[in-house]
């Protein structure tokens, strides 16, 4: 489980997050879900240590995060897989060199056992035969796929996804989400997804943690959000015509 | 933003550049991809500098050569350029232009990309990772470069005092041996090795911590180089005060 402990962060003076505690489940594909600029990215990168938090604490398994040095930190990050919202692939590696990369630097297998997890991974993506291309060779989809399969190359305990679904199409997104829930289930993880994209929330949350500016505003399941009495998280989640149609019925 | 922020974010880079590597074998093999990028790769253009640099320092003396001046100066003025100023000083600054902005815009898409971030979530020191293998490189290929420019400097002077008749051989020659001090290239090394860190860590600094899109990699680029040649302008200064005077 992850949890934050009352997280506040400023950039200037611009109160990104204001006390907010959270916590994620194991097991479970855990949301954050908001309005642009609500504070659901800073939120995430101080929870895996990118943006350091002004106050607060953040706890992987009872881990306090916060005040670990570099070393212990480095021992957290190995359990740490991210899925980018570009992938962040690096573009000077093939596809197989991308996933063997985490496991290049940290892991004491062969050659020939690193080829073996790479194929793994990528069957597991539904990309096999794909290992020798150039991340540019691929389709947005293949390219958030290839992400999830270097993420999980490491067997991570906590794995986060930042707008998973951006910029693909609908039944690509929902190949995304079922692959989210399935490794999750699978490998027993601690899942965070950011995302605003309503059909993605619907489709994969087990819990849902609305941000609305720095603050949590809402915490749930995907059920009793459908019937929460908050303004702030109607006016979201009713924003787009579909899902004003779907209220209707 | 102020002067005495960038140095303390440097400052700051520079210690996480020079932590041990995590992993020595992924290290090894980005050095010798960084030698190809920043040493084999630019043979080519330092050569080609070199040569006409020299030609045209040996005719330029030429010209200003008369009367009571004797004509070894030719070959002694080729020389000290050369070794002094041009091969060190000037060879830097071109790459600077050349290696600074590649390492700039390299590490700039990088972070737009979010491929340094991708690089820490792993926990790889990503600072040390891309940026220590560049500064190793550069402190082994730039004076490998300058000494190659030195001796093509010098030799197409000599060819070219010889097609155009501007000095004999003999007196060339004498020229380029006469007051010669071995000091003269270990100053000129020195410099060279002082102002490829300063290209190479510039460089990387303003690449790594580039925010926004592909517009800031390019100012980040622009100002991996500006900043470069002005910092190798004023060490030059500095060090040759020290080391000459």
Known sequence: MIELKNISKSFGEHHILKNVSAKFHKGKVNFIIGRSGSGKSVMTKCTVGLLEPDEGQVLFDGRDFTVMNQRKRKEIHKEIGMLFQGGALFDSMTVSENIKFPLKMFSDMTDQEMDVRASDCLKRVMLEGHGDKFTGELSGGMQKRVGIARAISMNPKYLFCDEPNSGLDPQTAIVIDNLIIDITREYGMTTVVVSHDMNSVIEASDTIHFIHQGEIAFEGTNDEMMVSKSETLNEFIYASKLMQKLRDR | ?245
């Open chain 2, 1 to 245: 933003m102020s002067i005495i922020f960038h140095i303390g974010r440097y400052t700051r880079f520079i210690l996480r550049v020079f932590r041990k590597p995590e992993n020595g074998a992924v290290f090894r093999r980005s050095l010798v991809n960084e030698l190809t990028t920043i040493g084999t790769n630019s043979v080519g253009i330092v050569a080609l500098l070199s040569l006409f640099m020299g030609a045209v320092m040996c005719l330029q003396t030429a010209h200003q050569v008369s009367g009571w001046i004797p004509a070894y100066t030719i070959g002694f003025t080729v020389r000290q350029t050369m070794i002094l100023e041009f091969s060190p000083t000037l060879i830097p600054v071109i790459l600077a232009g050349k290696i600074g902005s590649n390492i700039a815009s390299q590490l700039g898409t990088m972070r737009v990309s979010e491929q340094i971030d991708a690089l820490e979530i792993m926990g790889i020191n990503s600072a040390g990772f891309l940026t220590l293998p560049k500064i190793i490189a550069g402190i082994l290929c730039f004076p490998l470069l300058v000494i190659m420019s030195m001796f093509l400097g010098l030799a197409s002077g000599a060819g070219i005092a010889y097609v155009t008749g501007v000095s004999s051989m003999a007196d060339f020659q004498y020229g380029l041996q006469v007051d010669f001090l071995a000091y003269d290239v270990i100053y000129a090394l020195i410099k060279t090795t002082i102002f490829s860190i300063v290209i190479t860590s510039v460089s990387a600094y303003h690449g790594y911590h580039t925010h926004g899109g592909a517009l800031e990699v390019a100012k980040s680029s622009t100002k991996a180089v500006v900043y470069s040649v002005v910092i190798i302008m004023m060490s030059n200064l500095i060090l040759t005060k020290l080391l000459l005077t």
